[in-house]
T-cell receptor
Framework: DTGVSQDPRHKITKRGQNVTFRCDPI?????LYWYRQTLGQGPEFLTY????????KSRLLSDRFSAERPKGSFSTLEIQRTEQGDSAMYLC???????????FGPGTRLTVL | DAKTTQPTSMDCAEGRAANLPCNHS???????VYWYRQIHSQGPQYIIH???NNETNEMASLIITEDRKSSTLILPHATLRDTAVYYC????????????FGTGTRLTVIP
């Protein structure tokens, strides 16, 4: 399968713990996006990378969140000191260049107890 | 980006055409209309997009009114696998890194 993959698919953690998610985009795609989706809502933009550079961050991305794409390939999203309000589906997408046509991964569902 | 308005939910009989409307009355001349769908427990899937002209691909057809203030996504022969939330998104051609999904239309295809 050459689509966008995310790992893990599900994560349950206790409040205050740190969690890290990984996204592997489609190999030739230079843009990578992170979104968050809560129940009943559409995905909300968090941040995006062009190659290894993080070019935009939403106000939703608090200082407890950090994202990296060190070699311009896979990306990680870390949440420190998780809160119950962080419970959501975290989606990754990639695209080739600046386009509205994006390919999404299956998401990582985070549950904070 | 211009905002969109979609019905909260719709039903469609299996095998019939599903016509999903979207209003985008404040759309600007350089904004495209995109459609995505999200099947339960999966990530969103791109369907189709257009600027002025009607568009068709293997998944669907997109009909944009002449004044561009509304559009309709048509699934010509709906199947049970088309049950999903459908998002209509308006996006400028360049410089916009966000895709504002809204809450979409929940389409249920009924056997």
């Amino acid at each position: 399968d050459t689509g966008v993959s995310q790992d893990p698919r599900h994560k349950i953690t206790k409040r205050g713990q740190n969690v890290t998610f990984r996204c592997d985009p489609i190999s030739e795609h230079n843009r990578l996006y992170w979104y968050r989706q809560t129940l009943g809502q559409g995905p909300e933009f968090l941040t995006y990378f062009q190659n290894e550079a993080q070019l935009e961050k939403s106000r939703l991305l608090s200082d407890r969140f950090s994202a990296e794409r060190p070699k311009g390939s896979f990306s990680t999203l870390e949440i420190q000191r998780t809160e119950q309000g962080d419970s959501a589906m975290y989606l990754c997408a990639s695209s080739l260049g600046e386009t509205g046509t994006r390919f999404f991964g299956p998401g990582t569902r985070l549950t904070v107890l | 980006d211009a905002k969109t308005t979609q019905p909260t939910s719709m039903d469609c009989a299996e095998g019939r055409a599903a016509n999903l409307p979207c209003n985008h009355s404040t759309i600007s001349g350089n904004e495209y209309v995109y459609w995505y769908r999200q099947i339960h427990s999966q990530g969103p899937q791109y369907i189709i997009h257009g600027l002025k002209n009607n568009e068709t691909n293997e998944m669907a057809s997109l009909i944009i009114t002449e004044d561009r203030k509304s559009s309709t996504l048509i699934l010509p022969h709906a199947t049970l696998r088309d049950t999903a939330v459908y998002y209509c998104i308006v996006r400028v051609a360049t410089g916009a890194n966000n895709l504002f999904f809204g809450t979409g239309t929940r389409l249920t295809v009924i056997p």
